[in-house]
């Protein structure tokens, strides 16, 4: 059995389901899915996703980003995420397995990282390697040997991360190791979005809090995430007034309301150029999805 295959059929087994699924791994969570999906906005946190089959398109502001089994995606930042598995069936689901960053980990593998990338992006694509695979693999495999966790976890854990480290996505690994690189600068500002993103906030506000000039942050931000960062707090806000109105069954103006608006028809365009449709009747088609499933 190859090395992708191999881990191909330990998420199928440790997934059990389509869905998203934490494991007992620190960490570590695998995701299936056995048809493709609708684009979903959720909230990637810093983590790499290594696919073992099918496909899946993570669009990030105005960048998509393809991955799959030749190619694995690294999120550096918090970061809202509209993806869609675009390639998937019954007799070959998607499957992936996510692996999420401990910083403090990755400070102790890179002690007094310096290097400052101009440009970092908050998201990136490379090429995936066996030995990439492989490692993800023997991680995977300590499920079935619960009791050899706590030792060789923390062991595997590392040589991913050091297989990160070496390859062409190393640049943005250091970035998130150290905390005054320009990533974690714009980090700080994205955990105050989202955790604020229902009060008014200036720009220089936020640029106060990472640490830069108005003009180097808001230049900064943008190209870190591919996005301003009103058009960040957008997202937040309409990520939480989808869940609102699907999971907490609020009306389009409750919800509106609730995430920080005072204009239910500026919410409602929003929620039209984002999701293409009016929340009612994105609501409706959700629900109606879930019903079926």
Known sequence: ??????????????????????TILPRVGVIRSSSQTEPVHTLYKPSCCIVAQGR?????????HLYDPAHYLVVGVDLPVIGAVTE????????????????GILSEMLPGSTRHDDNPAAARVS????????AAARLLRL????????????????????RLISGPQGGMIRQIANGESRLNQIG??????????????????????????SSSFYEHFRAAMAMSPLQFRTQIRL????????????????????????????????YVRVHQETPRRDVARMREAAGAN
């Open 1 to 22: 059995m190859d090395t992708v295959t191999d881990l191909a059929a330990l998420i199928d087994r440790h997934a059990g389901a389509d869905g998203n699924f934490d």
């Open 56 to 64: 899946k398109r993570a669009t990030i502001g105005e960048t998509s």
């Open 88 to 103: 998937a069936s019954a007799d070959a689901p998607y499957l992936c397995v996510r692996i999420e960053f401990d910083r």
């Open 127 to 134: 090429a995936t390697t066996p030995q990439l695979i492989d």
């Open 143 to 162: 499920l079935d040997t619960p009791e050899d966790i706590p030792v060789l976890a923390p062991l595997v854990e590392r040589e991913i991360l050091h």
């Open 188 to 213: 700080r500002a994205v955990d105050f979005v989202c955790r604020n993103f229902d009060t008014p906030f200036a720009i220089e506000a936020l640029a106060e809090i990472a640490g830069m000039s």
């Open 239 to 270: 990520q939480e007034a989808r869940r609102l109105m699907v999971v907490e069954g609020l009306t389009a103006a409750e919800a509106g309301f609730r995430v920080g608006y005072d204009s239910p028809s500026q919410f409602s365009r929003d």
